[in-house]
């Protein structure tokens, strides 16, 4: 808007100002960059679900031609529950290596014989040490063995030897 004012030689234009106004300052220029990244961001998100649909895709429609496929195994736990219950467990087992399916736990009875090495402190009156170790060796008791590993609370050492193995 302009202000016109009269003058002897004609009219002149000047900038009209009202007083109290601030002034307008272009902010849009600020706001082009945020845009721009907006749009970069929405451009990789779609490029992201695009790739995931991909993948989706070929999952679904991708052929299986190994049994050890991650798609199979809720077959192969079905499958393996009903053997257990149908008694064809030799026909699962046999399916499963020829497949390379999963194959089915058992459930085995294991025996063993555990050594235990646990240091136990004995307090003995002698007058020689060999004699000590003696006394110690005849007065222990196995509810000594069994309170000092409780208050170590774990043993030094452990050897497990097989004695037998059935299956239930």
Same mark, same amino acid.
């Given at each position: 808007?302009?202000?016109?004012?009269?003058?002897?030689?004609?009219?002149?234009?000047?900038?009209l100002?009202?007083?109290?106004?601030?002034?307008?300052? *272009?902010?849009?220029?600020?706001?082009?960059?945020?845009?721009?990244? %907006?749009?970069?961001?929405?451009? *990789?998100?779609?490029?992201?679900?695009?790739?995931?649909?991909?993948?989706i895709?070929?999952?679904?429609?991708?052929?299986?031609?190994?049994?050890?496929?991650?798609?199979?195994?809720?077959?192969?736990?079905? %499958?393996?529950?009903?053997?257990?219950? %149908?008694? !064809?467990c030799?026909?699962?087992?046999?399916l499963?290596?020829?497949? $390379?399916?999963?194959?089915?736990?058992?459930?085995?009875?294991?025996?063993?014989?555990?050594?235990?090495?646990?240091?136990?402190?004995?307090?003995?009156?002698?007058?020689?040490?060999?004699? &000590?170790e003696?006394?110690?060796?005849? *007065?222990?008791? !196995?509810?000594?063995?069994?309170? &000092?590993?409780?208050? $170590?609370?774990?043993?030094?050492?452990?050897? &497990?030897?097989?004695?037998?193995?059935?299956r239930?």
């Amino acid at each position: 808007m302009t202000d016109i004012t009269t003058t002897e030689t004609g009219i002149e234009t000047d900038a009209l100002t009202i007083p109290g106004t601030p002034t307008v300052t *272009e902010r849009r220029s600020g706001y082009t960059g945020e845009l721009a990244r %907006a749009e970069a961001a929405l451009a *990789e998100a779609r490029d992201a679900l695009a790739a995931r649909d991909r993948i989706i895709e070929q999952l679904r429609t991708d052929q299986i031609t190994d049994g050890g496929d991650p798609r199979l195994v809720d077959f192969w736990e079905k %499958a393996g529950r009903i053997a257990d219950h %149908a008694d !064809f467990c030799q026909e699962y087992d046999r399916l499963a290596e020829a497949l $390379n399916g999963t194959p089915r736990l058992r459930d085995w009875d294991v025996t063993l014989d555990v050594t235990v090495t646990v240091r136990v402190h004995y307090s003995a009156s002698a007058t020689t040490s060999d004699d &000590a170790e003696d006394i110690a060796r005849d *007065e222990i008791t !196995f509810e000594d063995v069994v309170a &000092a590993y409780r208050e $170590n609370g774990s043993a030094e050492e452990f050897e &497990a030897e097989v004695y037998s193995v059935d299956r239930q």
